[in-house]
C-alpha cells in the first residue's frame, strides 16, 4: 500500500515567487492536513481539508492556501515567498476524517515532505 | 487553546538501556488523544504510540510505553532495550476527539550511543 506522496522534495525559489506543493493521500484516505516544520516555530498547523473542502485553518496569513481535489489529493500554494517560508512542509492524511469520529481513529500518516528554501 | 510541552531538548542513552521522555499538555477538553511520533534525519515523521484519554490503561507497543497521568496531564514515552535506530526527533502530540489538526511540542533529540 503506497504511503503518503509529496512532491516535489526539494526546492529553491527566491523571494517573491509563488510555490505550489503537490500532496497525495493513501488510498481512501479522506483528509489531508498540511504542517510547516522549521527550527524556531517549531510543527505548526496549516489546514486540514476534507470532502474538497477546508475543515480547520490555522494562523497563518492569506499567502499561504490550500486546495483538495475529487481525488482527496491535495496542493497548497504559498505566494509572495518570504524568507522566513523556508521551512519542511508535511503533508498528513487520515482514513476517516470525520468530526462525529468515535474514539479509536484519527491516526495521521505523514509523506516524506517538501523542502522549501527561498532565497 | 492546547499546548504541549516537552522539557527536554536533547536526550542521549546507551544501547540497550532504558530511556524515559517527558511530555505535559494543557486543555480542557474531556475527549482528545495523545501521540508520540519520532522523525529520524530521513524526516519521515513515523508513529510510535498512541493514547486515547478515555482509557485508564497506558498504551504498550513493542519496547515503547507511555505513562499517561490524565489528572497531572502526563504522558511520557518508555523507550526500553533502545536500539541505535531509535535514534531521532521524538515530539509529543495532542489531538482533541473529532478533529484531525495535531498540536506538536517543540521535540526532543534523543541519541542511542554504542
Known amino acids: 500500500k503506497a504511503g503518503v506522496t509529496q512532491t516535489p522534495r526539494y526546492l529553491i525559489k527566491t523571494r517573491g515567487q509563488q510555490v505550489t506543493l503537490s500532496c497525495s493521500p493513501i488510498s481512501g484516505h479522506r483528509s489531508v492536513s498540511w504542517y510547516q516544520q522549521t527550527p524556531g516555530q517549531g510543527l505548526q498547523f496549516l489546514f486540514e481539508?476534507?470532502?474538497?473542502?477546508?475543515?480547520n485553518k490555522g494562523n497563518f496569513p492569506g499567502r499561504f492556501s490550500g486546495r483538495q481535489f475529487s481525488n482527496s489529493r491535495s496542493e497548497m500554494n504559498v505566494s509572495t515567498l518570504e524568507l522566513g517560508d523556508s521551512a519542511l512542509y508535511l503533508c498528513?492524511?487520515?482514513?476517516?476524517?470525520?468530526?462525529?469520529?468515535?474514539?479509536?481513529?484519527?491516526?495521521?500518516?505523514f509523506g516524506a515532505g517538501s523542502r522549501l528554501t527561498v532565497l | 487553546a492546547q499546548t504541549v510541552t516537552q522539557s527536554q531538548p536533547e536526550m542521549s542513552v546507551q544501547e540497550a538501556e532504558t530511556v524515559t521522555l517527558s511530555c505535559t499538555y494543557d486543555?480542557?477538553?474531556?475527549?482528545?488523544?495523545l501521540f508520540w511520533y519520532k522523525q529520524p534525519p530521513s524526516r519521515q515523521m513515523i508513529l510510535v504510540i498512541r493514547?486515547?484519554?478515555?482509557?485508564?490503561q497506558n498504551a504498550t507497543e513493542n519496547r515503547f510505553s507511555v505513562n499517561f497521568q490524565k489528572a497531572a496531564k502526563s504522558f511520557s514515552l518508555k523507550i526500553s532495550d533502545s536500539q541505535l535506530g531509535d535514534t531521532a526527533m521524538y515530539f509529543c502530540?495532542?489531538?482533541?476527539?473529532?478533529?484531525?489538526?495535531?498540536?506538536f511540542g517543540k521535540g526532543t533529540k534523543l541519541t542511542v550511543n554504542p
Open positions: 498528513a492524511s487520515s482514513l476517516l476524517g470525520n468530526r462525529f469520529t468515535p474514539s479509536g481513529a484519527n491516526v495521521l500518516t
Open positions: 481539508y476534507f470532502s474538497e473542502t477546508q475543515r
Open positions: 486543555t480542557s477538553e474531556s475527549n482528545y488523544y
Open positions: 502530540a495532542f489531538m482533541k476527539q473529532g478533529s484531525e489538526k495535531l498540536v
Open positions: 493514547q486515547e484519554a478515555y482509557k485508564q
